[in-house]
Nanobody, 126 residues
Framework: DVQLQASGGGLVKPGGSLRLSCAKS????????IGWFRQAPGKEREVVSC????????YYADSLKGRFTISSDNAKNTVYLQMNSLKPEDTAVFYC???????????????????WGQGTQVTVSS
């Protein structure tokens, strides 16, 4: 069975960095993508970034380009989200998810993701 687990969240000061991990298992093919989403208090869940397993193609939300970087270590079955220059407005629960709907790339919306891990809390505060 496909399983995803996000980890690495915590409390950081503004301007700090944090690396989130998404441990994945149960995939037998490479025809899928992993996405990172976040949900701040009182706001809808929004896409942060996603990466295509087959060729490593990436997508970033425009507002986050230059600060966040998604990467994959296939040997460790883990996808990472490196977050730099963190701001208080980045505070949110971050989720990783998997989608098999590659024909609609880039995968921007929650509804195209069929597998979800539990979130990890990121808090940016002084």
């Amino acid at each position: 069975d496909v399983q995803l687990q996000a980890s690495g969240g915590g409390l950081v000061k503004p301007g700090g960095s944090l690396r989130l991990s998404c441990a994945k298992s149960g995939f037998t093919r490479d025809n899928y993508a992993i996405g990172w989403f976040r949900q701040a208090p009182g706001k809808e869940r929004e896409v942060v970034s996603c990466i295509r397993r087959s060729d490593g193609t990436t997508y970033y939300a425009d507002s986050l380009k230059g600060r966040f970087t998604i990467s994959s270590d296939n040997a460790k079955n883990t996808v990472y989200l490196q977050m730099n220059s963190l701001k208080p407005e980045d505070t949110a629960v971050f989720y990783c998810a998997a989608s098999l709907s590659l024909d609609s790339w880039p995968l921007l919306w929650e509804y195209v993701y069929t597998y979800w891990g539990q979130g990890t809390q990121v808090t940016v505060s002084s």
